[in-house]
């Protein structure tokens, strides 16, 4: 019964490591992408990862880039696959290749790294993912990490636990297979016994002829270095069924910055301890502390190439650039990551199987920051004992300068809208008087007396007596123009009515002539009487009338 839990456990466990618990597509590494055949996964014409075998190139271009120093908090997500750090949409920078931008999407963390250098792994390698600003493709860098120059020999030991624990995995499913069949395990490998995989991969080496020591010199090779420190190695698988943590440590301790080879960027991502599967942890930066992604890339030589995604659907719209030379950090950095990825990929890793390169070409390129355009010389200050002084002042100046021609422009405009209208108002009246008879051509606006400020008491009493006198002199001038128009209209119609009346009242004479006196002669003009008495008097009816006439042609 012990035996037919434990199994069962171990094809539950099987199960769940080989399942995705996130995204689109469902994949492991357990075959390192040999066996996936989601999206273009299937094709070898432009796949990624691929095996670079000759390595002293000279660089023949340049990459450009520009990053900004990450001064805010950011997440580092655990999918299942990867550990990644997202920095889309945050304004952090990006590359300029082929004079088109990529933006900086996210980085993801590896191990082994995915590229090989004459077929070895190193142990991490950090994808830098970037977008073109206004298409799908991407440009992807990819920086190798080591924690040594014996590095090679640590990724020589790690192939050889990766087949030691491809055989472990082997005697768990026979194992599994017995125990759901009901049967027992073989008499030489006992399913309860704790050491099953162990005796298994031992067995299938004495099977062979091979000693584990001819196994490892066989992968090795000749020239092989001593490791480093094999505790500080990969993780060794411990004997039991693996068991994914489903809680953090209760103790987390960063790596320390007096070892050997500390990274301070990567460093980082190890402030806080990594999340588990489906989490998320929080890493604090500050202005302080910044991260700088650019500390990565600098100084460095990348091989070129056309390829794809590492990971369903395995899209092939990406440009690789692969730093040749590794950057350094500690050993407990590159241990700490490599630890919780082999860990959380039933220590397998996520790093795909390398791609043929079908004689796609590969260019060298050295990569440099894009700097900004250099600032102008800053300008001279003015002589003077208060330059500041002097030029508000001139501003000063220039504002009641504006504010001057402005209320000018105002003031003429409003003029030429006057004499407008009423030029209007004139060739409407002249044109067609009876489509309004009631139509009054407006009079000039009265004029606005200018109000200074309040503070300069001097000129403003300058105005008003200005403003006063001209006010006093055309009310003078219009009375004077009135009074005159007014008699002159008096007298016209005085006389008018002095001539009706004398008109009306004068008697002409008609006494016959005096007896005795010859006739007047035809031609000789008219024979006027005598006036009679009193007639000539000042006063008399008839002095008046004939005053009239002369008062009238008088007037």
């Avoid at 405009?413 to 002249?430: P, W």
Wanted: charged letters at 20%; a negative charge; proline letters at 9%.
């Amino acid at each position: 019964m012990a035996a037919r839990d434990l199994s069962l456990r171990a094809f539950v466990t099987s199960v769940f490591l080989v399942v995705s618990c996130t995204g689109e597509f469902s994949y492991d590494y357990s075959k390192h992408g040999t066996d996936w055949l989601q999206g273009m996964c299937g094709s070898r014409e432009r796949q990624s990862p691929i095996n670079f075998n000759i390595l002293d190139t000279q660089p023949t271009g340049k990459l450009t880039y520009n990053y900004q120093t990450v001064q805010t908090s950011f997440e580092l997500a655990n999918n299942g696959h990867a550990f990644s750090a997202d920095f889309a949409g945050l304004g952090y920078g990006g590359v300029n290749y082929e004079e088109s931008w990529y933006n900086l999407l996210n980085v993801n963390i590896h191990a082994l790294s995915e590229h090989t250098f004459k077929g070895v792994h190193y142990p991490l390698e950090l994808h830098f993912v970037h977008k073109k600003y206004d298409t799908e493709d991407l440009l992807i860098i990819a920086v190798p990490i080591t924690s040594s120059e014996q590095a090679m020999t640590l990724l020589q030991e790690q192939r050889i636990r990766q087949q030691r624990w491809e055989t472990r995995a082997i005697a768990n499913r026979t194992s599994t297979k017995f125990a759901f069949l009901g049967a027992a395990a073989p008499a030489s490998a006992p399913a309860s016994s704790p050491g099953l995989a162990d005796q298994v991969a031992e067995q299938a080496l004495k099977d062979a002829g091979l000693t584990p020591e001819a196994l490892e010199a066989a992968v090795c090779g000749q020239g092989c270095l001593p490791t480093v420190s094999p505790e500080m190695a990969y993780p060794t698988p411990n004997g039991g069924d693996f068991v994914l943590p489903t809680q953090e440590p209760d103790h987390y301790f960063p790596p320390s910055g007096d070892e050997p080879l500390f990274n301070k960027q990567l460093q980082h991502f190890l402030s806080a301890p990594l999340p588990l599967v489906n989490e998320k942890q929080v890493f604090v930066v500050d202005e302080l502390h910044p991260l700088n992604l650019g500390e990565f890339l600098e100084n460095g030589v990348y091989f070129e190439y056309a390829g794809s995604m590492t990971a369903p659907p395995c899209a092939e719209a990406a440009t690789w650039f692969v730093r040749r030379d590794p950057v350094k950090a500690s050993e407990t950095q590159v241990k700490l990551l490599s630890d919780n990825i082999f860990q959380m990929t039933a220590d397998f890793g996520n790093f795909r199987a390398t791609m043929p390169v079908n004689g796609r070409p590969i260019a060298t390129r050295t990569i440099i920051k894009e700097t900004a355009p250099p600032a102008p010389p800053p300008s001279a200050v003015p002589l003077g004992p208060l330059p500041r002084t002097d030029r508000e002042f001139q501003a000063m100046k220039w504002a009641r300068d504006a504010l001057h021609l402005s209320k000018t422009a105002s003031d003429y405009i409003h003029g030429l809208d006057r004499k407008l209208q009423r030029a209007a108002q004139a060739h409407v009246s002249a044109l067609a008087p009876d489509l309004y008879p009631d139509y009054k051509v407006r009079g000039p606006d009265p004029e606005v007396v200018k109000r200074p400020s309040a503070v300069d008491m001097t000129k403003t009493a300058a105005v008003m007596a200005k403003a006063i006198a001209t006010a006093a002199k055309q009310a003078v001038a219009d009375a004077a123009s009135k009074i005159a128009r007014e008699a002159e209209q008096a007298a016209r119609d005085a006389a008018r009515e002095a001539a009706t009346v004398a008109t009306e009242n004068m008697v002409m004479p008609t006494t016959p002539p005096p007896l005795g006196l010859p006739p007047v002669p035809a031609g000789a003009g008219p024979a006027f009487a005598p006036a009679p008495a009193g007639a000539g008097a000042p006063g008399s009816p008839g002095a008046k009338a004939m005053m009239a006439p002369a008062t009238a042609k008088t007037m």
